[in-house]
Each structure stands twice: as structure tokens, then as C-alpha cells.
């Protein structure tokens, strides 16, 4: 069985910052492309960062030059450094990995249990 388990969410005021953590613990060969997601009330799920296993990164607009996405291969874990937090930031944040798991030739889906960020005032 393969988990990832988030952390370091929480409440935090308007311009604050928090880092949340992923870390992915289990039997497996290899992750792929490890990344965070968001979702809020009304909203469907989207894409925040995600950085491949080349250390490639890919940024949803409303976050570019705020966050931060890192991964320690050695740890498997996956960072997301949060600056300058808006209300706009609030909402369930979900880490997501693609897992090579043998004997399975390609990698897998996974996700996390979500962690809640609330950015008020």
C-alpha cells in the first residue's frame, strides 16, 4: 500500500504564509511527477504547482511568484511554500504523486487526504 499524507495547514491572516508537507510512505519503485492541488467551496479542484522528476515546475497563474514547489527524492517528500497568502488561497489543499508500484509497469494515481488552508482576516 502506497500513502501520502499532507501537513501544515491552517489558519493564517492575509499576507502570512504557511508550508505544507507531502510525504509518500509505502512500497514502491519510484514517484514521477509529485504536485499540489486545491479545492474550494463552489469550485472545482485545480491545479496549484507540480514539479516533475527532472525538478521541472509548473505554477497555476493566480500563484506565480508566491509559491514555491520542492521535493526531496531522498525523503520522498514534496514541499509547497506558500508567501503573501490571499483569502483567494482558502481551501482544501490535496497532494497528488504518480507512484511507480511494481509489479505494475506504469505509475499510479494517489492523493492525499487534503489538508485545510484558511486565509482571513
Known amino acids: 500500500q502506497v500513502q501520502l499524507v499532507e501537513s501544515g495547514g491552517g489558519l493564517v491572516q492575509p499576507g502570512g504564509s504557511l508550508r505544507l508537507s507531502c510525504a509518500a510512505s509505502?512500497?514502491?519503485?519510484?514517484?514521477?511527477?509529485m504536485g499540489w492541488y486545491r479545492q474550494a467551496p463552489g469550485k472545482q479542484r485545480e491545479l496549484v504547482a507540480l514539479?516533475?522528476?527532472?525538478?521541472?515546475?509548473v505554477y497555476v497563474d493566480s500563484v506565480k511568484g508566491r509559491f514555491t514547489i520542492s521535493r526531496d527524492n531522498a525523503k520522498n517528500t514534496v514541499d509547497l511554500q506558500m508567501l503573501s497568502l490571499k483569502p483567494d488561497d482558502t481551501a482544501v489543499y490535496y497532494c497528488n504523486a504518480h507512484i511507480l508500484v511494481p509489479p505494475r509497469t506504469l505509475p499510479s494515481n494517489y492523493w492525499g487526504q487534503g489538508t485545510q488552508v484558511t486565509v482571513s482576516s
Open positions: 509505502g512500497s514502491f519503485a519510484s514517484i514521477t511527477t
Open positions: 514539479i516533475t522528476s527532472g525538478d521541472s515546475t
